[in-house]
């Protein structure tokens, strides 16, 4: 059975942690969506240094535990001189870890465009940078929708992973308030709900949003 009174007295905890999570997640989105855009065009571009630099990027993030990226930069950075609370180091890990998957979801849609289109794009007059971000990133965009949705899904959840650096996320806060509460099973249950709660919307969001485009095209 359920203990309801554990969720009526850490309510705030809960609402907390919540909020913290929310937060971590949205800024990870846009950092991982904006320089996983970046990798998966230098991973196309012809120039090749730049391929080098996100082949490499890609292979070496993908290639580790999440948890080893967040403890770089938490444990690592202040070796070099800049120090980031658990907050900042666990998002700034969530962003650069999930960046990479991203990448490679952005790169098969570029793939996926037909060339023509950059062809087209440059008779007309534009720049590699401008076709790329008026004709070709849109088109590859939209054709990877499905995949991005479960990335970003999968940041959510990942976003547990604060709770190592004392992130002070949902997962770290369920973790003290079953420190001092011992009902396992209802904290972390009533955890669960809560990532349901980010997660379940945006997972009917993707197919919607899939759905509408399917149907414009």
Do not use: C
């Not at 202040?78 to 907050?87: E, M, T």
């Not at 939209?142 to 995949?147: F, G, H």
């Not at 992973?161 to 770290?172: E, K, R």
């Amino acid at each position: 059975m359920l203990d309801f009174s554990i969720l009526i007295e850490y309510f705030p905890d809960y609402m907390e942690g919540f909020l913290n999570t929310i937060q971590a997640s949205l800024i990870a989105l846009v950092g991982s969506f904006i320089l996983g855009t970046i990798i998966a065009v230098f991973r196309i571009t012809g120039i090749k240094p730049l391929q080098w630099l996100g082949t490499a990027y890609v292979e070496f993030i993908r290639n580790i535990p999440i948890l080893i990226v967040v403890l770089f930069f938490y444990l690592g950075l202040p070796s070099l001189g800049a120090r980031l609370d658990g907050f900042q180091a666990g998002t700034l890990g969530l962003t650069v870890y999930t960046s990479a998957f991203i990448a490679e979801a952005i790169r098969a849609g570029i793939l996926s465009v037909p060339k023509g289109q950059m062809e087209a794009a440059r008779s007309s007059g534009m720049s590699y940078i401008q076709s790329m971000l008026h004709v070709i990133l849109p088109q590859a965009i939209k054709l990877v929708i499905p995949p991005l949705s479960n990335q970003f899904i999968n940041l959510i959840k990942n976003s547990s992973v604060l709770t190592i650096v004392a992130g002070l996320d949902l997962m770290y806060f369920a973790d003290s308030i079953n420190g001092d509460s011992y009902a396992t099973v209802s904290t972390y249950i009533f955890t669960g709900m809560f990532y349901l709660i980010l997660t379940l919307p945006m997972s009917y969001g993707s197919h919607v949003l899939e759905r509408r485009l399917a149907k414009s095209s």
